[in-house]
């Protein structure tokens, strides 16, 4: 099991450019969580999806920020035209509906928007 | 201007010494509880979880407590070592309609002094 797979590791771009977050959540499970991480506010979940629907987008900081899950096995997180605040460390995380509500993360993306 | 960020809680202790760590929740109707570690660079890992109808769960060397009463979680760690250098978050799932939904703390800091 090669756990949740975020890229790219860090991403450093231009103010005004777009920015794709991409991540892999594990096999079999069937929601996904976007989280973004600062010093100023911690964890925030942006948007979580259910069998590839989204089912809360009430953390999406505003229009420039869209997420997508096309398949099972796939989401990405689109931030256009990128920002200098929008500098953070950007977390997916998957988990099954099962016994419990635990989920798993992956290594986050690092972004600095200059 | 200055921008301030979170001031986390911060816990030193000496290896081989028993840690607690607390954590205050807001949501009297959150059924779910998980306590996470995050070590710099990485992902937060799940430690524990504890379900509303429980107020105690012991996992290897760690110990969760749940006061309902007064909306507070700990997490004890017994033998601290080096390696459980940290910040843990506590999260918490409100039910209902947010099924499946994390809302985590802002974390505490844990430095273990071998």
């Known amino acids: 099991d090669a756990g949740v797979i975020q890229s790219p590791r860090h991403e450093v771009t231009e103010m005004g450019q777009e920015v794709t977050l991409r991540c892999k959540p594990i096999?079999?499970?069937?929601?996904l969580f976007w989280y973004r991480q600062t010093m100023m506010r911690g964890l925030e979940l942006l948007i979580y999806f259910n069998n590839n629907v989204p089912i809360d987008d009430s953390g999406m900081p505003e229009d420039r920020f869209s997420a997508k899950m096309p398949n099972a096995s796939f989401s990405t997180l689109k931030i256009q035209p990128s920002e200098p605040r929008d500098s953070a460390v950007y977390f997916c995380a998957s988990r099954s509906t099962g016994t419990n509500y635990g989920y798993t993360f992956g290594s986050g993306t690092r972004l600095t928007v200059v | 201007g200055e921008s301030v960020g979170l001031h986390l809680p911060t816990l030193s202790v000496q290896e081989g010494d028993n840690s607690i760590i607390n954590c205050a929740y807001s949501n009297s109707a959150s059924d779910y509880f998980i306590w996470y570690k995050q070590e710099s660079g990485k992902g937060p890992q799940f430690i524990i979880d504890?379900?509303?109808?429980?107020d105690k769960r012991q996992g290897q060397r760690v110990t969760v407590l749940l006061n309902k009463t007064v909306k507070h979680l700990s997490l004890q760690i017994a033998a601290t070592q080096p390696g459980d250098s940290a910040v843990y978050f506590c999260?918490?799932?409100?039910?209902?309609?947010?099924?499946?939904?994390?809302?985590f703390g802002q974390g505490t800091i844990l430095t273990v002094h071998p």
């Open positions: 504890i379900r509303s109808n429980m």
């Open positions: 999260a918490e799932n409100a039910g209902g309609t947010s099924y499946g939904k994390l809302t």
């Open positions: 096999s079999g499970h069937n929601s």
